[in-house]
């Protein structure tokens, strides 16, 4: 009898089993023609530089809406794509895509703004990465400068040699990096000085306890002042909070990202917000630099 359970418990969860692979399967199919027909969009979520206390920047997060099950977060379908080669013409359509839109946004009279756009390990070892990138800058015409590309710690690692080498061809065309979700992975610090980025954003686990844990607090304070001592640019991603903001600005963070300063919008919310937050900063006067 109890062997009987046991089986029986068995085929229910391979039951269950077949019925996630084929929800899998089903969002793959439907992945691949949301992307043949142009059903996913970007929204931009905004960078503030805390010396200006401007919008210097946007991060680029890819959305989709399937027309019967409703909005499915990035986390889920980035993932399948990642798993199933689609990542790559995802990528290069969220790269196109973001490229392009510094220059709608400078036609609607914006001025130029640096694009951050998040890169998956997977489409990072493609051999034609940094050829695609170039081509995509191109095409789009955007100055190298205004990009930023969002790595992660995993990525970095999985192939260090030739990680250095694909970096070191992407800095010399001019595009900044940045190290995504930093302090969730297994590298440190130190190993931050090999490889040559520009950036790091301290991820929101971190951002989240700052002003309720107080060894959280060391760890952000010694982060931005270690970065800073290689000489990279620190970007807080996760504000939620106005004492949050507060920390980070009396620390030096140099730019802070979150639903506190703004959501990630639809690139045409995204002009009326920048308008908004403009005329908000300029009436401030320069931010909060000078309490600093
Ligand atoms: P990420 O790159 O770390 O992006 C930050 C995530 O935090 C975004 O989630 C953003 O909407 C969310 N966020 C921003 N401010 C706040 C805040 O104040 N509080 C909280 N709780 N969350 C905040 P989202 O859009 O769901 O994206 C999740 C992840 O999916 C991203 O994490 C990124 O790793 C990946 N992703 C999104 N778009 C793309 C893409 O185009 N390509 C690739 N490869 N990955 C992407
Ligand atoms: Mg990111
Ligand atoms: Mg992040
Ligand atoms: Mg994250």
Not at 235 to 256: P, S
């Amino acid at each position: 009898r109890a062997k009987e359970q046991g089986k029986n418990r068995y085929l229910y969860f391979s039951d269950e089993m077949n019925a996630a692979n084929a929800h899998r399967l089903h969002l793959e199919n439907e992945l691949r023609l949301a992307l043949e027909h142009r059903q996913l969009a970007l929204h931009y979520q905004p960078q503030i530089d805390l010396d200006s206390g401007r919008i210097i920047g946007v991060e680029a997060l890819a959305r989709w809406r399937h027309p019967t099950l409703g909005w499915i977060s990035p986390a889920e379908f980035i993932k399948i794509a990642e798993e199933t080669a689609l990542i790559v013409p995802l990528g290069r359509w969220v790269l196109e895509t973001g490229c392009r839109q510094v220059g709608a946004w400078r036609a609607a009279g914006l001025p130029p703004l640096r694009m951050a756009i998040n890169l998956s390990p997977v489409q990072f070892t493609e051999h034609s990465m940094a050829d695609c990138i170039e081509a995509v800058l191109r095409e789009t015409g955007l100055d190298p400068r205004l990009l930023e590309l969002e790595l992660t710690e995993s990525l970095l690692m999985r192939n260090v040699e030739e990680s250095i080498g694909t970096l070191r061809a992407l800095r010399a065309m001019g595009i900044c990096l940045a190290v995504d979700d930093f302090g969730t992975g297994y590298s440190s610090l130190s190993y931050l000085s090999r490889f040559p980025v520009t950036t790091v954003k301290i991820d929101q686990s971190f951002t989240r306890e700052l002003t309720s844990d107080p060894n959280v607090a060391a760890l952000v304070r010694s982060i931005i002042s270690m970065a800073h001592e290689l000489r990279l640019r620190v970007i807080a991603e996760g504000v939620e909070t106005e004492g949050q903001l507060n920390f980070l600005a009396n620390h030096r963070c140099n730019e802070v990202q979150g639903y506190f300063l703004g959501k990630p919008l639809p690139a045409d919310e995204f002009i009326d917000f920048y308008r908004r937050f403009d005329r908000l900063a300029a009436r401030r006067g320069g931010g909060d630099s000078e309490e600093r």
